[in-house]
């Protein structure tokens, strides 16, 4: 079964600053990576997203200016460097790969487990 595995995720004050990982199998270097979140008794949401190539990346609100997505394709994986959190970005972290670039997490058909990130005020 083919797998997305996410890491880095853990325990910051607010202000602070994660970067989490997913290894993205080969069978993915060419497709969009994205990156979701759920919090508790919310909706799963999009975050981010990126291109095979890396030279397109789209943001949520409200990750603008403060998050950034990349990928390193010789790696096999994604990142996603989150600067200036606050407590309302609390929520389990998910990776997920689609063929076409989306916000829309039904486009997604690969997903990993999640990673917790937990910000404190």
């Known amino acids: 079964q083919v797998q997305l595995v996410e890491s880095g995720g853990g325990l910051v004050q607010a202000g602070g600053s994660l970067r989490l990982s997913c290894a993205a199998p080969?069978?993915?270097?060419?497709?969009?990576l994205g990156w979701f979140r759920q919090a508790p008794g919310n909706q799963r949401e999009f975050v981010a997203s990126?291109?095979?190539?890396?030279?397109?990346?789209y943001y949520a609100d409200s990750g603008k200016g403060r998050f950034t997505i990349s990928r390193d394709n010789a790696k096999n994986t994604v990142y996603l460097q989150m600067n200036s959190l606050n407590p309302e970005d609390t929520a389990v972290y998910y990776c997920?790969?689609?063929?076409?670039?989306?916000?829309?997490?039904?486009?997604?058909?690969?997903w990993g487990q999640g990673t917790q990130v937990t910000v404190s005020s």
């Open positions: 997920a790969a689609a063929h076409h670039t989306s916000t829309n997490e039904h486009d997604y058909p690969y």
């Open positions: 080969l069978t993915f270097s060419t497709s969009v």
């Open positions: 990126i291109s095979w190539s890396g030279g397109t990346t």
